[in-house]
């Protein structure tokens, strides 16, 4: 038997539907949206630690869903429907999207931000007046240094690349150590060949170097990273120049560990773990991901120039924290981020260094991140996020650059 219904009917059974979609929308409200891009599963695994621990008034996670949008994809094509909060790293790609996303937040006040040091200041974005998005951690290129092998070298001091090299020429000759660095990872490799040219060259030598590269792939002729490293080692400045003969001489002297070229981050960290690693240029965040048993053996310097530090730029990558919403919630968490309460959290959940010049942090590591920081320049995001290729056309400037190193 086939039940009709009446026009009459129909409409009770439309309006009821409706209410109870109004009513439902009421007294059930969506989640607020916290999204992670452009970040490695060790560093948003930390930051969701660090989010549930601010507290229920500030972070109840009943009323946030997380989202992990896909690195492989522009952040422009992900932002149809905007999260509340959105946490990435800067660099050249997230400083236009969000600059230009249209985001009309103004969730901190000016006296919301006297507490960063000037460095970290000079990193917040802004659009027409508004706070578009605020670093709230950095992760500062860093040179690690073998301890038992330093204490044995009888050397006094490491300040200098007359005195790096000296320490590897020892621990390669009584030790059968030396230098060794990620060079699978294309991004890493990058980051440290632009830390590199910074110290050498200064912060103008690197961006010289994001120039060339950006107006060589923008000629709009095929990609062709050859020509790329041609033009980094011969055009105005030659900003690649000195870090190529240095890692070239370090190669031929011995001085690199036998297949360093091949080797990727577990490779550098199994070698550490043997004492048979000098000195590596890692990260914090790499840092933290490296067996506590391997790394305590490791001291942290900074990389040395014959720049003064009012003049320098570190390689020091920024974690953002980008507002979209204007609502109660996202603006509670938002300032609770850079408060000192929020910035201690931050840091004892994922290892890295406040972007606060006065709050508590997880170790000396982290303090003297924070401190080498604020000593200089607003700090650089690194090569790899600064240059607009694409992560095969990475892939090919890093293999070009260590090719330099070794063939030419």
Partial sequence: MKIQFNKKTVSLIAVITLLLAVIIGIFVPKKQIIAFYDLSEFEVSGLKRALEAQGQDVFNPKKFKYIEYDNSRALEKQLSRKP???????????????????????LVLTGDLSGLTSSMKGLVLAKDKNIAAVPVLSSNMEIAVNMNLYRRSRMTTI???SDIEKFAEISKNREKAGIMF???????????TGAL???????DAYHQAVKIINDTVAEGSAFNSGKIVQNLMTMEGSPLNTTVQTLKR????????????????TDVNSFMKSDNVSLTFITLSTHRQIPRDTIERYTSIYL????????????AP????????KNKKTVTLFNALISKEGQEKLCAQTGFAPVLAQCKTVDRQADDARYWVAATNPPLQGLSRDITL????????SKSIQAAVRFN
């Fill in 84 to 106: 509340s909060i959105l946490f990435a790293r800067g660099g050249s790609e997230f400083n236009r999207t969000i600059t230009a996303a249209g985001t009309k937040t103004n």
């Fill in 197 to 203: 040219i910074e110290a050498f060259d200064g912060r």
């Fill in 318 to 325: 920024a974690v953002y924290a980008a507002a979209f919403k």
């Fill in 250 to 265: 370090w190669d031929k002297k011995g001085l690199l560990l036998s297949g360093t070229f091949n080797a990727a981050q």
């Fill in 182 to 192: 990620d060079c699978k990872n294309a991004d890493n490799f990058l980051d440290m």
């Fill in 159 to 161: 300040s200098t690349w």
């Fill in 304 to 315: 040395p120039s014959d720049i003064a530090p009012s003049l320098r730029a570190f390689t």
């Fill in 390 to 397: 694409s992560a095969e056309q990475k892939e090919d400037l």
